[in-house]
């Protein structure tokens, strides 16, 4: 079973930035799209964006398009969130997922990590 493990998330002031990394084991990693996922406190879980085997296929919820940056290193196994303009709506636990299709919804993703707590203060 291979392991999703974000890391990255913290406390920052509205308008700052953050960069969220999801490190994943096994040697398969390039033949799984990866997503980024939040959720809220008392709201559904929800994509935030996604990123295609090689890189090449990116999309964004229309809540961070222009601010948020997905990138993936297949080298490293990893990939990344770069956040920057946050805002207090922003605050929420964010989820790294792996599946095998580009999609923007949950129930497309077959692993999930943990979960890496961001919060942005007013």
């Known amino acids: 079973q291979v392991q999703l493990v974000e890391s990255g998330g913290g406390l920052v002031q509205a308008g700052g930035s953050l960069r969220l990394s999801c490190a994943a084991s096994g040697r398969t990693f390039s033949s799984y799209a990866m997503g980024w996922f939040r959720q809220a406190p008392g709201k559904e879980r929800e994509f935030v964006a996604a990123i295609g085997r090689i890189g090449g296929e990116l999309y964004y919820a229309d809540s961070v398009k222009g601010r948020f940056t997905i990138s993936r290193d297949n080298a490293k196994n990893t990939v990344y969130l770069q956040m920057n303009s946050l805002t207090p709506e922003d605050t929420a636990v964010y989820y790294c997922?792996?599946?095998?299709?580009?999609?923007?919804?949950?129930?497309?993703?077959?692993?999930w990590g943990q979960g890496t707590q961001v919060t942005v203060s007013s």
């Open positions: 997922a792996q599946g095998p299709l580009l999609r923007a919804t949950t129930n497309a993703y077959t692993n």
